[in-house]
Nanobody, 118 residues
Framework: VQLVESGGGLVQAGGSLRLSCAAS????????IGWFRQAPGKEREFVAA????????SYAASVKGRFTISRDNAKNTVYLQMNSLKPEDTAVYYC????????????WGQGTQVTVSS
């Protein structure tokens, strides 16, 4: 089982990045996928999630209206489009997979660094 994040980097405030989460080793469309982030010295926090079908999405209040989560089940990939980035969005971003029948996230990626300069 693998979840591999990519697309992180350094961007100026107000800029955009698109993160990708490529999955393998499990039945992708049986899982909801979430994005989380962890900034230095802070706890990991929820960012966004998408249901197994892609129909239902949810967002943290801090990113709603700026970030968009989507998935392509044919490519076993989930995306996080991040617009109007702020310095406080700086963190390591992780994707994770939660089974349809479960309440917790079973699988986690290794993370990708996003740095937003002011």
């Amino acid at each position: 089982v693998q979840l591999v994040e990519s697309g992180g980097g350094l961007v100026q405030a107000g800029g955009s990045l698109r993160l990708s989460c490529a999955a393998s080793g499990f039945t992708f469309d049986n899982y909801a996928i979430g994005w989380f982030r962890q900034a230095p010295g802070k706890e990991r926090e929820f960012v966004a999630a998408v249901s197994w079908s892609g129909v239902d999405t949810s967002y943290a209040a801090s990113v709603k209206g700026r970030f968009t989560i989507s998935r392509d089940n044919a490519k076993n990939t989930v995306y996080l489009q991040m617009n109007s980035l702020k310095p406080e969005d700086t963190a390591v971003y992780y994707c994770a997979a939660r089974p349809r029948s479960g309440s917790g996230y079973d699988y986690w990626g290794q993370g990708t660094q996003v740095t937003v300069s002011s």
